[in-house]
């Protein structure tokens, strides 16, 4: 097929709808990024689902501490500092704003943990699949991705040992294994590309203040992440040097007195120090 021949037969296809994705840049390791630009300041974070509940707390924590990058899929009047784009679509116009970041935070998912497989494919696998490419795409240097408890949901009534990420993935339901997929996802990429991806499996985080009490079994409170904690556990996150690992999995939950979860890998490559306990004040039964 000569040069004018292949540019029929793509013009043909543009036009039968046979060319589904945009025409985006190819992924280049040996691409020139502006290093000296990207070491000067503060860090910059993308976070997607920026406009949800564990994207306002990060905001708020970081104003003014990283040059923050937000991402929604919903439009806010109130909040005009959004970036609004439905990353289950490839597109060249959010995918530009990748670029010159350091650290991509994903959040945006369907945080139904009762929804189904048609309702979750697009915004929990489409969309970080999306955000993966673009990342490496960008260079980005780091994907810290919001997994969820629930990918060990199963040993809730399975036995009552210690849950460390070493077990055996256990998820309890179709929501679970959207995020243990985006784990495997994740831990693909990072040993293509020169990229860090560090998922962290999320306790029980509430709207607003998030206070403990309003907890009333062993189980979920054991899954509690304060808010002060939230922050502390992704600052380490972002900050941490990971001494050239390019994948980790860590739990993440506040230091829950006679919590079944083990917060080891997060401690120990994170430097996460929990101060908060959802059993604070309470006798020890």
């Known amino acids: 097929m000569n040069l004018d021949e292949s540019a029929d037969h793509d013009e043909e296809n543009r036009l039968n709808g046979a060319?589904?994705?945009?025409?985006?840049?190819i992924y280049n390791p040996e691409a020139e990024f502006d290093d000296e630009d990207m070491e000067e300041g503060p860090r910059t974070v993308l976070i997607t689902g920026a406009a949800g509940n564990i994207g306002r707390k990060l905001r708020a924590a970081w104003s003014e501490l990283y040059d923050l990058v937000l991402i929604d899929s919903a439009a806010d009047p109130d909040d005009p500092d959004l970036i609004v784009a439905d990353l289950a679509e490839l597109d060249e116009d959010w995918i530009t704003h990748f670029h010159g970041v350091d650290t991509v935070i994903h959040l945006a998912a369907n945080p139904n943990d009762a929804a189904s497989w048609e309702d979750l494919v697009g915004p929990n696998l489409d969309a970080l699949g999306n955000v993966l490419h673009a990342s490496a795409l960008a260079g980005v240097d780091r994907v810290i991705f919001a997994s969820s408890n629930h990918v060990m949901g199963g040993y809730r009534e399975l036995d009552d040992g210690p849950i460390g990420v070493a077990r055996p993935p256990r998820p309890d339901g179709p929501y679970g294994a959207t995020k243990l997929?985006?784990?495997?996802?994740?831990?693909s990429l990072a040993s293509s590309f020169d990229m860090t991806f560090i998922a962290l499996r999320l306790g029980w985080i509430q709207p607003g203040e998030n206070?403990?009490?309003t907890l009333t079994d062993d189980w979920s409170r054991g899954l509690w992440l304060s808010?002060?904690?939230?922050v502390r556990l992704f600052e380490g996150a972002v900050e941490s040097d990971m001494d050239d690992r390019d994948f980790l999995v860590a739990?993440?939950?506040s230091n829950n007195r006679g919590m079944r979860w083990d917060l080891s890998e997060a401690i120990e490559w994170l430097e996460y120090h929990p101060e908060d306990d959802a059993y604070a004040g309470q006798p020890e039964s």
């Open 19 to 25: 060319d589904a994705l945009p025409s985006l840049p």
């Open 181 to 187: 997929m985006g784990e495997r996802l994740g831990r």
């Open 211 to 213: 206070r403990p009490e």
């Open 227 to 230: 808010n002060g904690d939230l």
């Open 251 to 253: 739990n993440g939950m």
